[in-house]
Every structure is written in structure tokens, then in C-alpha cells.
């Protein structure tokens, strides 16, 4: 088989890729070694974030927040993608975009919070500072020790079920070829472009963009090339249907969460707890790391102490210890794009996409990567 651009996985960002390369009539096949959705796009928590993550602001300091802010870019302008997304793929996608409200239960929070404001507004972020009064007006169901909280109205969340199978039937729709259950297991470059081997023959394509998620450095590595992403497995958790009481995505500023309710009434609390990994590779839920996130939960919003969890599952996210993602062209590997957002890669999925697709196609990116992404340094 021959194609002009090969995306290797089926995760958002490959099938937002391939969605913003076919539009442009560019020749598109998607090959996914399992089926499309299966990884962290599909088991995510759905959060679309737009904001520095306080606990690494705690753990990472004021000075890594600084350089990671040019990122905050790229997060903004997904968030605006999403907002479209719906009517611009004609499917649902459960966008709601009400707001984040990271709490604080202490003076020290509230200054920590204050903080990382400050740097986000200087990369054009709106965040709000609210006090007791107005936090309580506008969040009645949080904890009533909340003294405060940072408001971030473009935060929210969207359907993690279906929105890279829409972006992937879009693409199919303008032609194109998406080929499930098939592993890419080798690449070597080509006298015109690139060779690879999967589980189903060869491929042969001008230009490969790896959208391999927590898998990209095997990927990368088929070429001789190493990049800084690792899988890292973590849990979450979803509760019975309970009473409409949470519009807004709730982050704690004492440890990790994050808790919505989604339109069923479902609770999903979660906010990178980590998962177990087995000897023999699988992945397990970590009984502490559920009790630890139940408790910050509970200690937030009061009213899910009573809601019974149901089930809590486990994914490996991509991560990179700086936080900064991998767009771009490989250097020595023409033709060879990286289009990897970490931890957050499925709020910024859309936007990674569309940047990708810039550089594929040898544009310029709508949205300039320098202090972005580490290829653009
Ligand atoms: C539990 C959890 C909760 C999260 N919560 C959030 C959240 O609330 N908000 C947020 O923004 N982000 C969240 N994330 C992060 C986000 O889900 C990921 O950053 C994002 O989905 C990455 O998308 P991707 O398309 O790059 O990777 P993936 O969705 O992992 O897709 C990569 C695909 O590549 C395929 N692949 C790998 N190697 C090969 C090969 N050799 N050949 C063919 N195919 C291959 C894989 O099978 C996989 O389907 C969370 C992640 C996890 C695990």
C-alpha cells in the first residue's frame, strides 16, 4: 500500500490529524494497532483544561510555571477549537465549558493560587480570584471551609467516547483510509520517503506522523530517534447518577482532583492518581491512590461522600517530565512529525492536531511553537 502521509494511532491526535490533512485533500492513512479510542483518548477523564495544574505549580515551582506559559497558548486555542467542534463534525461532543474553580481551604492555598495566577494572566489566561462570599454564591455545593477559590471560565469538559471517533469518522468521510488492529512494528527512511511494516504488509508513505501516544518513544525509536515521553499509568473513577449539583470542573489546591458531573449525572473524579503496574505489564487500580482521591473529593464537595463509586479504571497517559510537548518536524528524520501533547493531551488534542497539520502540509503553524514545544527551542 502506498499513501502520501501515514498517522500511526488512532488517539485523538491521530485522528484529528488525519480529520485536518484530509479536509485539506491531502492522501491520509491511519493505521491503529487496537482499535480507535481504546487508549488514553477514550479513557480519559474528560476535563478540557486550560490552566497550570497546581500541583505541579507546588512541586514545580514559579520558575518552571514561567516556561511552561507560552504552552497555556496552545491550551487556550483548543479550548476556542472545542467550542466548534460539535457542529463542525456534526456529532454531540457533550462541550461544556462553564468553568474551573481551583479551592482553597487555607491562607497558603489562596497565595499559591494568587500566584499561579499572576504567570497565567501574563500569558493571557482569565483567571479570576474569588473569596469566600463569591465562591459560595457562585459554588453553594463546595465545602463551607472554602475560603476562596481561582475561577477560570474556559474550563470544562467534553465526551471522551466520542470525540476521537468523530474526528475520525469526519476524516473518513473525506477520504480517509483508517486500518484498525494493525501494529506498525518497524520504519526505515526511504530514497522517497518512508518504509513501514505492520502487521498486515507494508506501507509506503512519503511523510509518517507518529500520534502514538505514551507508545510514541517505541515509535520513534523504529528511526534511531529518543524522545523524553514516557507511559505513566493512573486511575479513575466514576460514581452512581446523583442529583445535578456540580456545573464547573472542581480542582483542590490541598492535592490532586478533578471532579465534574457529566449529563447523566455521573460524578468522574480523578486528577492524575496513579494506577498499578503488574509484573507481567498490566495495569491494576491502586486501592491508596483511590482512597487518597475519594478523600480529596469528599473533602471539596462534601455531598460525594454519599455518592457510591461504581467503578474506577485504569490508562497509561503520555508523560514528559517538563510537561512541554513534542510538535514538529524530527530533526535529521524529514518528512518525520511528532504530534504529542502530555498529560494533558486531550483538552489540547484538537489544537496539537491543527498544528500538526500545518507542519505536515509545510505551512506555517497558525499558532507560532517556539517556547512551546521542545522541537521549536
Ligand atoms: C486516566 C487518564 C485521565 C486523563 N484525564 C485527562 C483529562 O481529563 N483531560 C486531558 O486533557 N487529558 C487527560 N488525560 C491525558 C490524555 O488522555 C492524553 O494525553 C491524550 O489522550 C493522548 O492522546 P494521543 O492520541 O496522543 O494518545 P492515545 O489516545 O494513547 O493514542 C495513541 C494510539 O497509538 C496507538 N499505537 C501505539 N503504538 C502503535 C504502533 N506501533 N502502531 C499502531 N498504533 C500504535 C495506540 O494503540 C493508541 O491507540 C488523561 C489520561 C489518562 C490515562
Given at each position: 500500500m502506498k499513501t502520501d502521509v501515514l498517522v500511526v494511532g488512532g488517539g485523538i491526535a491521530g485522528a484529528a490529524v488525519s480529520y485536518y490533512l484530509a479536509q485539506e485533500g491531502v492522501d491520509v492513512v491511519l493505521i491503529e494497532a487496537r482499535d480507535l479510542n481504546t487508549q488514553a483518548s477514550g479513557t480519559n477523564a474528560g476535563s478540557i483544561h486550560v490552566q497550570i495544574q497546581h500541583p505541579e505549580f507546588v512541586s514545580m515551582g514559579a520558575g518552571w510555571a514561567r516556561s511552561y506559559g507560552p504552552t497555556l497558548r496552545l491550551l487556550m486555542a483548543s479550548q476556542a477549537l472545542w467550542l466548534g467542534l460539535s457542529d463542525e463534525l456534526g456529532v454531540d461532543l457533550d462541550v461544556r465549558l462553564t468553568g474551573g474553580l481551583l479551592v482553597a481551604t487555607t491562607p497558603?492555598?489562596?497565595?499559591?493560587?494568587?500566584?499561579?495566577a499572576v504567570i497565567e494572566r501574563g500569558f493571557g489566561v482569565d483567571i479570576e480570584m474569588l473569596d469566600r462570599d463569591a465562591l459560595r454564591q457562585r459554588a453553594p455545593y463546595l465545602t463551607a471551609d472554602a475560603i476562596g477559590a481561582g475561577f477560570c471560565p474556559g474550563e470544562g469538559k467534553a465526551n471522551p467516547l466520542k470525540a476521537t471517533r468523530a474526528f475520525a469518522a469526519a476524516a473518513q468521510k473525506m477520504g480517509a483510509k483508517i486500518i484498525t488492529e494493525t501494529r506498525m512494528t518497524a520504519l526505515e527512511p526511504t530514497r522517497g520517503g518512508y518504509l513501514a511494516q505492520t502487521e498486515r504488509g507494508p506501507i509506503a508513505a512519503r511523510r509518517v506522523v507518529n500520534a502514538a501516544g505514551a507508545a510514541a518513544a517505541d515509535v520513534a525509536r523504529m528511526l534511531g530517534l529518543n524522545i523524553e515521553l514516557q507511559g505513566f499509568p493512573l486511575q479513575v473513577t466514576v460514581t452512581e447518577p446523583v442529583a445535578t449539583m456540580i456545573p464547573h470542573l472542581v480542582y483542590s489546591a490541598a492535592g490532586k482532583l478533578s471532579a465534574k458531573q457529566a449529563l447523566n449525572g455521573t460524578c468522574l473524579i480523578g486528577g492524575g492518581w496513579p494506577a498499578r503496574l503488574r509484573a507481567d505489564g498490566s495495569l491494576a487500580t491502586d486501592p491508596a491512590s483511590l482512597a487518597g482521591n475519594m478523600v480529596n473529593a469528599a473533602r471539596v464537595i462534601p455531598a460525594l461522600?454519599?455518592?457510591?463509586?461504581?467503578?474506577?479504571?485504569?490508562?497509561?497517559?503520555?508523560g514528559t517530565a517538563d510537561w512541554r510537548p513534542i510538535i514538529g518536524e524530527a530533526s535529521g528524520q524529514p518528512g518525520f512529525f511528532l504530534s504529542l501533547f502530555p498529560w494533558m493531551g486531550f483538552s489540547a488534542g484538537p489544537m496539537t492536531a491543527r498544528l500538526t497539520a500545518d507542519l505536515v502540509v509545510g505551512r506555517a503553524p497558525r499558532l507560532s511553537l517556539k517556547g512551546i514545544s521542545v522541537l521549536a527551542d
Open positions: 497558603a492555598q489562596m497565595q499559591a493560587i494568587e500566584a499561579k461522600a454519599r455518592a457510591r463509586a461504581v467503578r474506577s479504571w485504569t490508562a497509561v497517559v503520555n
